[in-house]
Nanobody, 116 residues
Framework: QVQLVESGGGLVQAGESLRLSCASS????????MKWFRRAPVKERAFVAR????????AYADAVKGRFTISRDDAKNTVYLQMNSLKPEDTAVYYC?????????WGKGTLVIVSS
């Protein structure tokens, strides 16, 4: 089993930055692909960013490309999402996801609110 706990959300103004963290416990996730998703009010959950177990070839949703950066520190069992130049449309609950063959784990999310 893997437990994921997101943190770092909060209320910021447009243009500011936040760094989200996803701390894992239980099994190591060093061989898992790690992803961030978000769910905005009255919208479906949407992919934000992905980083493979090797740490290379990251991928981003078009809406955040160039503003968000995903990274991982397997020594700390933590994945990060650095969010810069935040926009009101980035307001959402952000979820961490750990995936490997046959296994898929989710955190409970952290709320980000960006005011205009």
């Amino acid at each position: 089993q893997v437990q994921l706990v997101e943190s770092g959300g909060g209320l910021v103004q447009a243009g500011e930055s936040l760094r989200l963290s996803c701390a894992s416990s239980g099994r190591t996730v060093s061989t898992y692909a790690m992803k961030w998703f978000r769910r905005a009010p009255v919208k479906e959950r949407a992919f934000v960013a992905r980083i493979p177990w090797s740490g290379g070839n990251t991928a981003y949703a078009d809406a955040v490309k160039g503003r968000f950066t995903i990274s991982r520190d397997d020594a700390k069992n933590t994945v990060y999402l650095q969010m810069n130049s935040l926009k009101p449309e980035d307001t959402a609950v952000y979820y961490c996801n750990a995936v490997t063959v046959g296994m898929d784990y989710w955190g409970k999310g952290t709320l980000v609110i960006v005011s205009s």
